[in-house]
T-cell receptor, first 113, second 112 residues
């Protein structure tokens, strides 16, 4: 089993749609969780951290389910500019002092007119 | 502006040649990292450093070397022992303690 696993997609949705991505992680001791966004041939950029209570940032909502070891990202009212690869990122927890992160392979989203 | 600067943006390596990728940050972050990304794949950790004069191997360190003589700088050398160096190389930094990492804009390395 991969340490961090995502559905690679691609997800093709029309503008205005709601789309959700899930990600599972293998280490129950994992401490921190993030979603990054990566545009084609660019560096990853932090989209949002994921907190135990769930958190929202505008059209984006992140949820964490520790019991089932998965995190999710919900995008409402999709825009063309949301087209990108979304990376699920987990701090696996054993050595948090240096913040080693493990990246999923990414989920590709394409929003079309 | 604070950030991470990688150079060069594009680099070509000849057979048997060592090349060095630069990474500089002015965010005052303690931890720095090097990743490799191949087309259609996720990021894989090459080396990381928690503090000056200390660094550790990541998951795919063979054929690479690093140094951390200054807090701001974490150069990566791709040696001739790395037989498949063509990839997108990303440098990142973070304050540590499980906080998110911030990335430079990467270096694309190809073989001539």
């Amino acid at each position: 089993r991969k340490e961090v696993e995502q559905d690679p997609g691609p997800f093709n949705v029309p503008e205005g749609a709601t789309v959700a991505f899930n990600c599972t992680y293998s280490n129950s001791a994992s401490q921190s969780f993030f979603w990054y966004r990566q545009d084609c041939r660019k560096e990853p950029k932090l989209l949002m951290s994921v907190y135990s209570s769930g958190n929202e940032d505008g059209r984006f909502t992140a949820q964490l389910n520790r019991a089932s070891q998965y995190i999710s990202l919900l995008i409402r009212d999709s825009k063309l500019s949301d087209s990108a690869t979304y990376l699920c990122v987990v701090n696996m927890g054993r050595e948090t002092s240096y913040g080693k992160l493990t990246f999923g392979q990414g989920t590709i989203l394409t929003v079309h007119p | 502006d604070g950030g991470i600067t990688q150079s060069p943006k594009y680099l070509f390596r000849k057979e048997g040649q060592n090349v060095t990728l630069s990474c500089e940050q002015n965010l005052n972050h303690d931890a720095m990292y090097w990743y490799r990304q191949d087309p259609g794949q996720g990021l894989r950790l090459i080396y990381y450093s928690q503090i000056v004069n200390d660094f550790q191997k990541g998951d795919i360190a063979e054929g690479y070397s690093v140094s951390r003589e200054k807090k701001e700088s974490f150069p990566l050398t791709v040696t001739s022992a790395q037989k498949n160096p063509t990839a997108f190389y990303l440098c990142a930094s973070s304050p540590g303690g499980g906080q998110p990492q911030h990335f430079g804009d990467g270096t694309r390395l190809s073989i001539l």
